[in-house]
């Protein structure tokens, strides 16, 4: 199941990629195996967000421990950026894990 967490508990606030005046959402999905967590980060990384980089950004890791997660923290300028970049984003996994399900 997928998790929402507050950024207090995250490592975002090292990262440079976010100013720390940005509203920042993350995502922790955990996937069953190794395989299928890369063929999913690789098929939604070419996507960027909809808005410019100076407005939402995001980053993408794979964690490994205890199981395979996708933790992907996205950063931007206002809450409804944030908000609406999340939902495209949620949009577009859902297709891939979709597919994945289908054919793999």
Same mark, same amino acid.
């Given at each position: 199941? @997928?998790?929402?967490?507050?950024?207090?508990?995250?490592?975002?606030?090292?990262? @440079?990629?976010?100013?720390?005046?940005?509203?920042?959402?993350?995502?922790?999905?955990?996937?069953?195996?190794?395989?299928?967590?890369?063929?999913?980060?690789?098929?939604?990384?070419?996507?960027?967000?909809?808005? @410019?980089?100076?407005?939402?950004?995001? @980053?993408?890791?794979?964690?490994?421990?205890?199981?395979?997660?996708?933790?992907?923290?996205?950063?931007?300028?206002?809450?409804?950026?944030?908000?609406?970049?999340?939902?495209?984003?949620?949009?577009?996994?859902?297709?891939?894990?979709?597919?994945?399900?289908?054919?793999?």
């Amino acid at each position: 199941m @997928s998790t929402l967490q507050p950024p207090s508990t995250l490592d975002h606030q090292t990262d @440079s990629n976010f100013p720390s005046n940005w509203h920042i959402l993350t995502l922790d999905i955990p996937i069953p195996d190794q395989r299928k967590a890369q063929i999913i980060i690789d098929a939604i990384s070419p996507d960027k967000p909809v808005k @410019s980089p100076l407005l939402v950004r995001r @980053s993408i890791k794979l964690l490994s421990d205890p199981v395979p997660t996708i933790r992907i923290c996205l950063g931007a300028l206002t809450v409804r950026q944030a908000r609406v970049s999340m939902d495209h984003l949620i949009s577009d996994l859902d297709l891939v894990i979709e597919t994945l399900e289908t054919f793999v």
